[in-house]
């Protein structure tokens, strides 16, 4: 806290008083007629404010003094009067406060060899000479949506026209918690998707969908199976034939309960009918498992070929000596022949 004219201000402000009352005295000394009052003088002002005096309670504008004398005199000196030093500095200091305030707002520093350095690639794609509030909110979704598709493992879309909003909510607490299920705009969803992998996709994007991101290949066997009861327990099928059936002759394209998914590695679109074959879908330690135990498989009858083999030779060889015998051959190539 600071005293300022007898009065107790915030220390934060003290500056702008200092600047107040330099503007009010520069005001005095040209005798702006602007912060006149008409309905007051000074005479009629406190000679002290606070601990402080005021200054004398009579100033007279000196063209007053010129121009007039007796009652007439008094009354325009009553007219003509500067204000109080506080009047002025209110009126002065707040607008040099405020301007201050907006170019403090919007000062960046920037140096000459920034600016030369600068080239097209510097300039953020979404840059927009003009750019509104809800323009900014919807890059701002579209660059989150981008962002969260680096990670995603298996995206999946369903229609959900005919949902009210408490349908809406318990469909999406029947899935994972892991999993994130939102309702995004189809055009948000395809401009995050351009120039990824996930592009092939978006352009069988089409109506209110409700969108399902599952982060992790565990998760996706109980995401298709939540889906599945989610269509079984809520009528999914009928519902979305009946909202068909009254806007079919404004839609360009056939309205379904499931638009359908795509997996990352793979970025093929997969067509509804064979999402339901997911749930299935083995995870990647199971694979591994699958394939260890394969890999065992073949070794065991790898060797119990291979410890066929010389027992055969060995049978083999015994039968040609005992030939050989009999025969009273010399040589196995003659016992063969």
């Known amino acids: 806290m600071a005293l300022v004219a007898g009065l107790s201000v915030p220390g934060a402000r003290v500056r702008n008083m200092l600047g107040l009352y330099t503007a009010a005295a520069l005001a005095c000394i040209l005798g702006a007629q602007a912060f006149v009052p008409l309905a007051h003088s000074a005479s009629q002002l406190p000679a002290v404010v606070g601990n402080k005096p005021y200054g004398p309670a009579t100033l007279r504008h000196p063209t007053a003094l010129r121009t007039c004398s007796g009652a007439s005199c008094r009354r325009a000196s009553s007219a003509i009067t500067l204000p109080p030093v506080s009047l002025g500095a209110l009126l ?5 406060a405020r301007r201050k305030k ?3 707002a919007t000062t960046r520093r920037v140096t000459l060899k920034q600016i030369d350095q600068l080239s097209i690639r510097d300039v953020p794609r979404w840059f927009r000479p003009k750019i509104s509030i809800g323009m900014a909110r919807r890059d701002a979704v579209m660059l989150a949506i981008k962002k969260k598709l680096k990670d995603v493992f298996f995206i999946m879309a369903f229609n959900k026209d005919g949902m009210p909003t408490d349908e809406l909510e318990k ?5 994972p918690p892991t999993t994130i299920c939102r309702v995004l705009k189809n055009s948000l969803v395809k401009k995050a998707m351009v ?8 352009k069988y994007l089409k ?9 992790k290949d565990t998760d996706l066997k109980e995401t298709i199976k939540a889906y599945m009861k989610i269509e079984k327990t809520f009528a999914r099928e009928e519902k979305v034939a009946k909202v068909y059936e009254k806007t079919k002759g404004q839609m360009l394209f056939q309205l379904k309960p499931l638009v359908g998914g795509c997996m990352r590695d793979e970025w093929n679109f997969i067509p509804p009918e064979d999402i339901p074959k997911l749930k299935d879908f083995p995870t990647k ?3 591994i498992a699958r394939i260890a135990g394969s890999v065992k498989q073949v070794t065991q009858k790898l060797a119990v070929s ?7 030779l060995a049978i083999g060889t015994k ?3 005992e030939k050989m015998e009999e025969d009273g051959k010399a040589t196995v190539g003659d016992a063969v022949a």
């Open 92 to 96: 002065v200091g707040a607008a040099v």
């Open 102 to 104: 907006a170019s403090g």
């Open 171 to 175: 469909a999406r607490a029947m899935f």
């Open 195 to 202: 120039g990824t992998p996930w592009y092939p996709f978006s």
């Open 207 to 215: 109506g209110a969908n409700m969108y399902v991101l599952v982060m």
């Open 285 to 287: 330690t199971e694979l």
């Open 306 to 312: 291979v410890k066929q083999v010389p027992q055969k």
């Open 319 to 321: 039968k040609i000596v």
